[in-house]
């Protein structure tokens, strides 16, 4: 290769073996070379290089920018240690033994740096805060209609006091009016006896006048006085009047009768770490193949329809836990590696393996690590009971669990023993979950949305990592003679979703948006526990045979 600016006759020789014709250069680099280089070249992938060939190489002069300390210099060199362009002056007296560059090389480093930052910060960072803004305006704007409601059953609550205090105080005024009735009742009788023996004295009073008077002998012979009988005056009637003696009115027992107005709670949640650019960037593909295989089934030695979780400790060894206390380690070849019981003696509701390879699971109201195969309870429950449990990427836990008393499921993230975020209801108030069941299987996918298998309703829920309800999917449109059973949940490089529909003896493949991409069939019988490994292999915990399937789809 001729160099333009040179004789025909001169030779320009690769910078790196100075022995063959160079053909390229790399503007990253500033360096010429040969074919052969390149390659070699290339394999230092700690930076982007930028090879072209040589004859588009741009000769214009470099333009070194200003040194910031000697406004006459340019500076030519980088400091790596101080972070800082430099000139000669600077190298010779402050810098003097300082890791240094080429500016150049170092700028347009921190240009392609920064070239990035803007892309991550355009693309991903900022939509987050514009959706974070967006629910938060929402929840403003529904203040009036979420108080207003709060307003209305107070209100409500005060018409039913009401209708019964009015219902006890007209029976009050009804017992009064009948004691009044039955007062006069008594007065009038007793005014009747009196009134008819004044009659009667009246008579008497009238007859011994008429004797006196006519000195009749006969009368005077015949008379018997009955003067002794009326000195026996009638009884009199007395009458004690009912009174009415208030209690003092309880203010506390009156607001209880009027119910508990739980206060407002506010929490303010971690603000979750966005995963950078590189962390999130798309895997290599693999399509779905059009026939999957199984490549391995191992025998659990549990009884039938007792197997219940399979979890992947390595590519050849799984754990898997069913009817009993005894959760056991196999290999492909079903040799038991390692069995393990629970602390409480109770069936395990779920397992999952960690990052680092220890074992959790669930049982009655814990959840439990085991590690170096002792068993530490991390997390005990009040009020709540866990169901399933899977590891996040960053190591955190996912609980799915229901309430003893009915509430609706909720999912919980913790880190450690420490509760980081609930996730219960939709932005409308609603519950995402069924309640009660105990049959919600959850796996975080790779775009870090979490996946809820909810039989109970059906349907596979997924929200995204904030807990916001993305979509819904309960089965394939098509089908509609068949019900959805979906149990066992997991995630794959390719962020698909696969639900083990167990009724129907299959296993349907989302993509990341709910999409239905397959089934997959495999003779499977009542599968139930799913999860993937590291190579994308599923592994399929059978009910109906106890067995551990590993399929190949991808």
């Given amino acids: 290769m001729l160099h333009p600016r040179r004789s025909a006759q001169e030779v320009l020789l690769c910078d790196s073996c100075e022995t063959a ?4 250069h790399c503007e990253l680099c500033n360096i010429n070379l040969c074919t052969n280089c390149v390659g070699k070249h290339l394999l230092d992938s700690s930076r982007k290089h930028r090879v072209i060939p040589f004859t588009e190489k741009s000769f214009a002069p470099k333009v070194y920018p200003k040194c910031p300390t000697h406004a006459d210099k340019q500076s030519e060199l980088y400091c790596e240690e101080c972070d800082v362009p430099v000139c000669s002056t600077c190298v010779s007296k402050k810098h003097r033994g300082h ?3 080429d500016v150049l ?18 693309s991903r960072i900022y939509p987050r805060y514009e959706e974070m803004a967006s629910d938060v305006q929402t929840e403003k704007s529904e203040l009036e209609t979420n108080y207003g409601k709060l307003t209305t ?7 039913v006091l009401h209708r019964e205090v009015t219902a006890i105080i007209n029976q009050r005024k009804s017992d009064i009016q009948e004691m009044k009735h039955k007062h006069l009742s008594t007065l009038n009788k007793n005014t009747e006896e009196i009134t008819q023996k004044m009659a009667e004295l009246k008579q008497i009073i009238s007859d011994l006048k008429s004797i006196l008077k006519s000195n009749d002998v006969s009368l005077t012979s015949t008379y018997k006085s009955r003067n002794g009988e009326f000195r026996q005056l009638p009884p009199k009637v007395r009458v004690t009047l009912p009174s009415l003696s208030p209690q003092k009115i309880n203010t506390e027992k009156l607001r209880e009768m009027f119910g508990s107005l739980l206060p407002l709670s506010i929490n303010t949640e971690q603000g979750y770490t966005m995963k950078s650019a590189e962390a999130v960037s798309s895997p290599p593909v693999k399509p779905l193949l059009d026939e999957p295989r199984v490549t391995a089934t191992i025998d659990t030695g549990y009884d039938r329809y007792e197997l219940r979780s399979v979890s992947c400790l390595s590519e050849d060894q799984v754990w898997t836990c069913g009817g009993n206390e005894t959760m056991k380690l196999l290999n492909l070849q079903s040799k038991l590696l390692t069995s393990i019981q629970t602390k409480s003696g109770d069936t395990p509701g779920d397992i999952a393996v960690t990052r680092d390879g220890d074992l959790v699971y669930t049982d009655s109201n814990n959840i439990n690590l085991i590690k170096n195969e002792k068993i530490q309870t991390v997390i005990t429950l009040q009020g709540w009971g866990p169901c399933y449990v899977c590891c996040t990427a960053d190591n955190d836990l996912l609980v799915t669990m229901d309430s003893d008393d009915g509430e609706p499921s909720k999912v919980v993230r913790y880190s450690g023993s420490t509760e980081k975020q609930s996730i219960q209801f939709d932005d409308q108030g609603r519950p995402l979950y069924s309640s009660g069941g105990y049959n ?29 309800l993305r979509f819904r999917y309960t089965g394939h449109p098509s089908n509609t003679k068949q019900s959805f059973n979906p149990r066992g949940i997991t995630t794959d490089s390719q962020s698909h979703i696969l639900t083990a529909d167990w009724g129907n003896h299959r296993i349907h493949i989302l993509d990341q948006d709910g999409q239905f991409l397959r089934y997959i069939h495999c003779d499977l019988d009542l599968p139930w526990g799913l999860c993937v490994d590291i190579r994308d292999n599923l592994f399929v915990a059978e009910l109906g045979t106890a067995k551990v399937k590993k399929i190949q789809y991808l």
């Fill in 153 to 159: 059953a107070a209100d409500q609550q005060g018409e």
């Fill in 105 to 122: 090389e170092k700028l347009s480093s921190k240009t392609e740096s920064l070239q990035k930052d803007l892309e991550e910060l355009e």
């Fill in 440 to 468: 919600k299987y959850l796996s975080e996918n790779k775009n870090l949305d979490i996946c809820v298998a909810d039989c109970n309703a059906s349907a596979v829920v997924v929200v995204n990592q904030s807990g916001k």
């Fill in 99 to 101: 890791n240094l560059c």
């Fill in 21 to 24: 014709p160079l053909q390229s």
